[in-house]
């Protein structure tokens, strides 16, 4: 699976980003968390660290047990800078929640602490959900912050699209389906899947990196399929739902 950075920052939706960090654990995903120093007021960092069975890191000045490594991968024999090594070694780093005050920084390309470091240092997408009161997300910094950010590459999500998913869920699926290695299976015995699949084609291909998907006798299939319901039976509505142009973390 993949090795997913998370960068939490300061706001009441930082509980979000345990649930989130539980369910990519779980499904195979290997996560690594930064988190800013306010962002500890709101969830602290024995929790991530359980749920991700690797430490938590605050500030480049702390060493990293780790150094660097994700769980799973075997630590290098020097010590390195573990804002640098972290980011070398993620396939994604995702800021959820971002607050306005770290989106603020993003934009102006501030460095003054570890999780804004990973984030000029990093090679790999980085994305960044916003989470705050709908006057701060409004408010015409905020927009024009993200605004740059866009600009520079960075991926916005945020449309508040009604689901049952948890936005946890849908993050994460969101993920996996734009950005991540996956392995889908594509069910190709099942009987509505024809004609969904050039809509869901058209829609996905700009958006997926590096799917792979295989069809029931492991084949790959140049179609992609992103999404099954609990019975193996493709669930469009979430499907669709999902490919919107964002997804909500507030
Ligand atoms: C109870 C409480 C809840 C907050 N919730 C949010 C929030 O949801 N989003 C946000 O952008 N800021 C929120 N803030 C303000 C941030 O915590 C504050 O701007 C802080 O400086 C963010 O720091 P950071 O970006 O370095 O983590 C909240 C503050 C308090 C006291």
Redesign the pocket.
């Known amino acids: 699976m993949a090795r997913i950075l998370l960068g939490?920052?300061?706001?009441?939706?930082a509980y979000k980003a345990l649930e989130l960090v539980r369910l990519a654990s779980a499904g195979g995903h290997e996560v690594r968390v930064v988190?800013?120093?306010?962002?500890r007021?709101?969830v602290g960092e024995a929790s991530f660290q359980a749920l991700t069975g690797a430490p938590v890191l605050v500030s480049e000045f702390e060493r990293d047990p780790a150094r660097g490594a994700f769980p799973g991968q075997r630590p290098p024999t020097h010590e390195p800078l573990s804002h640098l090594e972290l980011v070398a070694n993620a396939e994604v780093y995702l800021i959820a929640?971002?607050?306005?005050?770290?989106?603020a920084?993003l934009a102006a390309g501030l460095a003054d602490?570890l999780?804004c470091s990973c984030a000029l240092a990093a090679t790999c997408p980085v994305l960044v959900a916003?989470?705050?009161?709908n006057h701060?997300y409004e408010h015409a910094s905020t927009q024009a912050n993200l605004q740059v950010l866009r600009e520079r590459g960075v991926e916005v999500l945020l449309e508040n699209i009604p689901n049952q998913l948890s936005s946890a869920e849908r993050l994460l699926t969101f993920l996996e389906l734009t950005h991540l290695k996956m392995n889908f299976c594509l069910d190709a015995g099942h009987a509505n899947m024809k004609e969904g699949v050039s809509t869901a084609y058209t829609i996905l291909k700009g958006r997926i990196r590096s799917t792979h998907l295989h069809d029931n006798n492991g084949k790959e299939d140049s179609h992609l399929f992103p999404f099954f319901s609990e019975g193996g039976t493709i669930d469009w509505k979430n499907t669709m739902e999902l490919l919107r142009p964002g997804v909500c973390f507030?």
């Open positions: 939490v920052s300061g706001g009441i939706a988190q800013t120093p306010t962002s007021r709101f929640p971002a607050s306005a005050n770290t989106i920084k602490n999780l916003p989470a705050m009161n701060m507030a």
